[in-house]
C-alpha cells in the first residue's frame, strides 16, 4: 500500500489529494505509468523521480521508518522543512496579506500524513465527531453539497414572508494562526488515540519555513502556530479546530474549512439582535482560541427585505461595522442579494 501511495504523490506536483493508507506495509500491485515531475527540489532533497523509480525497493524501509516514527512519537527533522510558495487569491497583488501560503513538503512525510489521516477520519466517522455544518474536506461534503442546502435554506426563509441577513466570515490568516498547544488541547478532549496525538505534536513542533519567489529562496525561518497548506493532514487538523464553532450560536451556520457565514430570518428589525449576539459569542470564541477574524474583510448581505439592519464586530478593543455588500463570491460561486444567477452566469 505505501508503494501505491508513493506513486500517486509524486505523480501529483501539489499532492495535495493522497489516498488513505490503512496500514503500514509492503503492497503489490502494477506500476503507476510515467508522469510530469515536479521540477523544484524537496526539503529533503530526495527527487520525485527516485521515489518513483525505487518504490518497490523502497516500501519495506519506509515502512519500518514509518512505524517507528509512530511509535516513538517523533518525526524526522527534514521531514519539518517547508519551502512555501505564495499563491494570490483576490484583492491587491502589492499585499503580502492576499496571498496564500502553499507548503511544498517531503514526499515520505505526505505518506507518513495519509496514514494518520486514514485512521484519524475513521476515528471521526465512527464517533461522528465532526460538525454537520462543517462540508470542506470530509466525505461526501463538497462545495456543492454546502451551497445546496444553503440555498435550500434561504429559499424556504423567502417562500415564508420573511428577509435574511447574512454575514459571510473572514478569518485572519486562518490556517496560519492556530495554536498548536490550544489544537492538541482539543484532539485529547476529542478521545483521540494518545500516540496519535504524541505523533501528531511532534509533527506541528519546531517546523521551519522558507518562501521560494522567481526561483530564489528566502532564509528559513521558525514556524510557531499554523497548520501547513499544502500538506495532508493540515486541513484534516483545521476542521477539529473549529469544529464546536457551531455550537456556540443560536442562528444558522455553513462552513467549508475556514469559509464561514451565518444568517438568520428577518421580518422586524429586533430580529437582527439575535445574529449581533452570535457575532459577540463568535468574537470571544476567536479570543479564547487565539484565532481572530477580520471585521474589515466580513460582509453582511441583506437579502428580501428593506429594513435597517447593521451589524458590528469586535477587532483589537474597537467595533467595528461590517460592510454592507450586494454580490458575493462564496466557494466560487457569484451570490447577489436577489439570489438570482445572471451574475454567475456572465462570471462563468
Not at 526539503?43 to 516513538?72: G, K, W
Request: net charge positive; charged share 20%; glycine share 6%.
Amino acid at each position: 500500500m505505501i508503494r501505491s501511495i508513493l506513486l500517486f504523490l509524486v505523480c501529483c506536483s501539489s499532492a495535495h489529494g493522497a489516498p488513505p493508507c490503512p496500514a503500514i506495509r509492503k503492497s503489490g500491485g502494477a506500476r503507476a505509468p510515467p508522469c510530469p515531475m515536479v521540477s523544484a527540489p524537496l526539503p529533503d532533497s530526495i527527487h520525485p523521480m527516485v521515489l518513483q523509480r525505487c518504490a518497490d525497493e523502497l516500501s519495506l524501509p519506509l515502512s519500518i521508518i514509518f512505524q517507528q516514527s509512530f511509535d516513538t512519537g517523533q518525526v524526522r527533522e527534514d521531514w519539518k522543512l517547508a519551502v512555501v510558495s505564495p499563491i494570490f487569491k483576490k484583492g491587491k497583488k502589492s499585499d503580502p496579506g492576499n496571498y496564500r501560503p502553499v507548503s511544498l513538503t517531503s514526499v515520505p512525510c505526505k505518506i507518513m500524513e495519509a496514514m494518520i489521516k486514514t485512521e484519524l477520519t475513521k476515528y471521526l466517522e465512527t464517533t461522528g465527531i465532526v460538525s454537520d455544518c462543517q462540508h470542506g474536506f470530509t466525505k461526501g461534503r463538497s462545495c456543492l453539497t454546502n451551497l445546496l442546502e444553503t440555498f435550500e435554506a434561504w429559499t424556504r426563509i423567502l417562500e415564508g414572508g420573511h428577509g435574511i441577513d447574512v454575514v459571510f466570515l473572514d478569518f485572519r490568516k486562518a490556517f496560519d494562526s492556530v495554536s498548536h498547544k490550544k489544537l492538541i488541547m482539543k484532539l485529547q478532549a476529542y478521545g483521540i488515540d494518545e500516540k496519535m496525538i504524541n505523533w501528531i505534536e511532534n509533527y506541528l513542533t519546531g517546523k521551519s519555513m522558507a518562501v521560494r519567489v522567481n526561483g530564489k529562496l528566502s532564509s528559513w525561518a521558525t514556524v510557531l502556530s499554523g497548520v501547513p497548506q499544502g500538506s495532508v493532514l493540515g486541513p484534516l487538523l483545521f476542521l477539529l479546530f473549529v469544529n464546536e464553532l457551531p455550537a456556540w450560536i443560536i442562528n444558522s451556520m455553513m462552513m467549508f474549512a475556514d469559509d464561514a457565514k451565518i444568517w438568520t430570518k428577518i421580518s422586524s428589525k429586533s430580529d437582527s439582535e439575535s445574529l449581533q449576539e452570535d457575532l459577540n459569542k463568535l468574537i470571544i470564541w476567536s479570543q479564547t482560541w487565539l484565532l481572530k477574524f477580520h471585521p474589515e474583510k466580513c460582509k453582511v448581505m441583506h437579502i428580501g427585505h428593506q429594513i435597517n439592519t447593521t451589524y458590528n464586530m469586535t477587532d483589537s478593543g474597537k467595533s467595528v461595522q461590517l460592510n454592507p455588500t450586494r454580490e458575493e463570491k462564496d466557494l466560487g460561486v457569484y451570490i447577489v442579494d436577489s439570489l438570482k444567477p445572471s451574475l454567475q452566469c456572465i462570471k462563468a
